[in-house]
């Protein structure tokens, strides 16, 4: 079972990022397919998905109006390496806790984490 899900892309990002919640003991899982994270999302277990914005397939911002339109309890945070650019104008609603650029500084994010899990 775990509380938090994060998709990303880059496998490697994704795995660190999740031992980094398992580290603050927070339980964690990960995915780097869209598709599959789509299908997890699902799992009541699940509270707070942290997610790339831009991925193959299924991009972060579809994947957060799917998961939000099945599961309104569940809550957000966007990861990007293409935060504040102009041709990236998502800003997502109020089911969106925050946005962090790349490389992201896993202890702030494991902080909010935290607060929102609380």
């Not at 946005?99 to 935290?114: C, I, N, T």
């Given at each position: 079972m775990s509380?938090?899900?994060?998709?990303?892309?880059?496998?490697?990002?994704?795995?660190?990022?999740?031992?980094?919640f398992e580290d603050a003991g927070i339980a964690?899982?990960?995915?780097?397919?869209?598709?599959?994270?789509l299908r997890r999302g699902a799992d009541?277990?699940?509270r707070l998905v942290i997610t790339d914005l831009r991925m193959p397939g299924i991009g972060g911002e579809q994947l957060i109006a799917q998961l939000h339109a099945e599961r309104p309890d569940l809550r957000f945070i966007v990861i990007t390496g293409h935060?504040?650019?102009?041709?990236?104008?998502?800003?997502?609603?109020?089911?969106?806790?925050?946005?962090?650029?790349?490389?992201?500084?896993?202890?702030?994010?494991?902080?909010?984490?935290?607060?929102?899990?609380?």
């Open positions: 509380a938090v899900l994060v998709v990303d892309d880059d496998p490697y990002s994704a795995e660190e990022l999740a031992e980094a964690a899982s990960w995915s780097s397919d869209p598709e599959e994270a009541p277990s699940i935060a504040g650019h102009a041709d990236d104008p998502f800003t997502g609603g109020r089911e969106i806790l925050a946005r962090f650029g790349k490389p992201v500084r896993s202890p702030a994010v494991v902080k909010l984490a935290l607060e929102a899990l609380a």
